[in-house]
């Protein structure tokens, strides 16, 4: 699925999952509105797994078979993206909290 494809078909989260080359990828910036669009995404996700572990429960079938590779590949990618955005958010802060300090400091002057 090609992203265009993924953002027409309303499917947020296969906009991050499909195959680009590296040299496509730039940054994008995200505020807390689509910051929370990812997150209820990946809560969808999860109440879906949730919902087939429950049925497997239900149902005791013990030995769904699944293809993991690619799943687990693309969790662990958004697992350190995830991570990456914690620590990007955390320098913002403090170059944030610096500029007012600064700021505040003329004004003394």
Known sequence: MKAEEARSSGRFLDTFLVERPAESMTLQPY???KLDQFALRLLDLAAVMREVAQTCRE???TDLSLHDKKADEWCGRLDDWAHKARADLEVKIRQARAKRRALAG???Y
């Open 31 to 33: 505020g807390p509105e």
């Open 59 to 61: 149902h005791e079938i």
């Open 106 to 108: 003329k004004d003394v």
